[in-house]
């Protein structure tokens, strides 16, 4: 019945940029803590962005930071994920993920995490 999915992967050129969707339905998240993850090919699922309940507060891994903006419509329930400047290492499968046990705040840690959606592939090209 919960669900979140992604949209807006696909190809694109080194330098260029895409963005990120994650709608949720089944249940509302505009108090709890939102994520985004990703998979590359050979690679453990890492830590991408994170957002606090009401947007105001952001945290970023530092291989996307400057680069990559987390964003979230409450009105919407949904979360967003501006990337510019992409290189061919952001390449991978990324996820969109919900945290309801914890206090709100931006989290890295997928534990906390207890809502996934089923990912949508980004592949950047040299």
């Known amino acids: 019945q919960v669900q979140l999915v992604e949209s807006g992967g696909g190809l694109v050129q080194a330098g260029g940029s895409l963005r990120l969707s994650c709608a949720a339905s089944g249940r509302t998240f505009s108090t709890d803590t939102m994520g985004w993850f990703r998979q590359a090919p050979g690679k453990e699922r890492e830590f991408v962005a994170t957002i606090n309940w009401s947007g105001s507060r952001t945290y970023y891994a530092d291989s996307v930071k400057g680069r990559f903006t987390i964003s979230r419509d409450n009105a919407k329930n949904t979360v967003y994920l501006q990337m510019n400047s992409l290189k061919p290492e952001d390449t991978a499968v990324y996820y969109c993920?919900?945290?309801?046990?914890?206090?709100?705040?931006?989290?890295?840690?997928?534990?906390?995490?207890?809502?996934w959606g089923q990912g949508t592939q980004v592949t950047v090209s040299s």
């Open positions: 993920a919900a945290s309801t046990i914890g206090f709100g705040a931006p989290s890295p840690f997928e534990q906390e995490y207890n809502y």
